[in-house]
């Protein structure tokens, strides 16, 4: 029988510590990639009035209060720009940020159902709980795009930086998400955690103040160590012109970079105990 | 010509206990533990035999074949292994020892539902139902109409299922997980679902399933289904295999399992799950006409079962029952304590303390043979306090019963004494 070589052979064996990331696999697995993000933005509007318009509102409401309170009540400066635009470019890739890692972390342990009793590349969740974000963040971006029609602002070619950059977003929230969504699967504390890790980190990055107030030099380089620094101020460069990028984004990627890598095998290790202790 | 479809080999699966102190479950008890470690590290032996005791094997030392295209049962009381193996062999966990090879997508229906979203309709439940149990869209799409049909709930198909009654809710996430069609099925116990009517057509569908050549793994306490649909079932008992054979054979085995002594079944306190409570079941006896406990009880003479239990806090609406199965797993009949309405209107209340419910089985009832004793204690739309559906079994001896001078076997659970008149006519 031929038929016997084409079917997928599976082993059971018990868990080795350390292993690398079967792509083949998630890319067979790509479609309930797909149904997950897609469960996720289509529950995230059921029985809400204004339905997928919170997409929109969520960041045109955050860029009204910071433009309120830093911009007219604190008069924090802006490089020049006007305020809201100023701080709208530095909010679309903070919220999509911020709203990736609370998803991603939480996604495990709110997907626990699934993980006890069908097997499926545990990586699945954790992405397609940041896939669904990133889909708001698109829709989200053409307020942004008639913001500047407003204000007058001509984007040049650099806008196109913003491609690379959210995905650089997207990696750190991906590399966060890993390490906490493999942690809360365990230690529940980190739902009580996220929401003043977000806070913090939030003030940590040039968002409601520019760049420009950390001093030049070695401060601002360090400074990179935020990767969510190089994002922003990378967005602001390539939507608005002003500071560009300099060794601080450099620093920035190479961040991403270890916290992807460490979050990825930290998480390959964990998954094998999920089911367990969820 | 046959093919192997499951091969394990020595697979065994260690969970901790107790886990409350072993294992940190917040970041405080990680530090303290850790500091705690710190001290020890030191005493290493001492360490080791702490986690010793701390653990248990829920499974060890199973090893099993399963050729492609066979139906194979598994039966084991609660706790014995059976959805730990069922979890272990579609991948959800990964075995502490040993070695298994699978040959073809294992499609696991552990429950049905699973990954059902109530916000979302009927609709976009197939969909994400099916891709998660492993459909391909394009699957999905064809079968869309099937499923439908399946599940009778074409008029909801776009209302959010949490709006569905349970019913509805389940016959949906059967009818999806039903349409699943990998070389390999692993099936835990789904059957129990919906009304009878639907049950009825679920297990011809799973009929069906066995008929079509896949390898099927089916897990349920339910012996008649499990006769009904394998050829060969293994019996598990705390972790390990006790036999493999044929259903029928293996069934009977299981049923006798553990009755230390024949004609009584008595519950440990750890046997009796948290979810009882107040209600403690205490013992079931089979009395003979006699008083005696005994295994066989003649068809000529009455006998008694008895059920004894305590109840820790009153309860209101009690009725304790019992079920009475062959062991083929047809049911002969079901009554409770308080069917008669005065028994009703005494016992509308039960205060705390022990009972015994004591059924008289007449004489002149069951045909020879094996029979199953279930128990089952609830109040009615209320709770199910406790149910144990293979709590003994005894024989029936007909020796001297209604047409015994004829030696042949009579088909049938009963075998009553009638009334028959011999008219001759014409006089």
Known sequence: M??????????LRPARKWQGIDFKELWRYRELIYFLTWRDIKVRYKQAALGVSWALLQPLLTTLISWVVFGILLKVESDGLPYPVFVMSALMPWHLFATSLQKSSISLVGNANLLTKIYFPRLIIPVSAILAVLVDFIISFFILIVLMLVYRIAPSWQVLWVIPLTLMAVLTALAVGLWLSALDVQYR???HMVPFLVQIWMYASPIVYPISTIPEGIFRTLYGLNPMVGVIQGFRWALLGGTPPDLTMLVSVIVVILLLISGLFYFRRMEKTFADIV | MTETAINVQGIGKRYRIGEAQERPD???????????????LFSKTQRQIVNAENTIWALKDISFEVQKGQVLGIVGRNGAGKSTLLKILSRVTDPTEGYGEIVGRVGSLLEVGTGFHPELTGRENIYLNGAILGMQRKEIDSKFDEIVA???????????VKRYSSGMYLRLAFSVA??????ILVVDEVLAVGDAEFQRKCLGKMGDVAQQGRTVLFVSHNMSVILRLTQETLVLEKGRILMRGETASAVDYYLNLGHAKQGERIWDQDEIPASAAPFRPLSVRILSSEGKVVDTVRSVDGFDIEVAYKLSEPITGL????????????????TFDTDAPEKFDTYTNRDSGEYISRCHIPANLLNEGRFVIGVNASSYRIKRYFQDEQVLTFTVDATGAPGMHWPEPRPGAVRPQFQWEIERDGL
Request: net charge negative; proline share 7%; aromatic share 8%.
């Open chain 2, 26 to 40: 917040t970041l405080r008890d990680l530090i303290t533990t850790n500091v705690q470690k710190a001290g020890r």
């Open chain 2, 150 to 160: 399946f599940s009778e709930v074409e008029k909801f198909i776009d209302t959010p």
């Open chain 2, 319 to 334: 009725r304790v029952g019992l079920y009475l199965n062959t062991t083929r797993g047809e049911p002969v009949f079901t």
């Open chain 2, 178 to 183: 039903a349409h699943l069609e990998p070389e």
């Open chain 1, 189 to 191: 504390d980190v739902q």
């Open chain 1, 2 to 11: 031929t038929a016997q070589y084409d079917l997928p052979k599976v082993i």
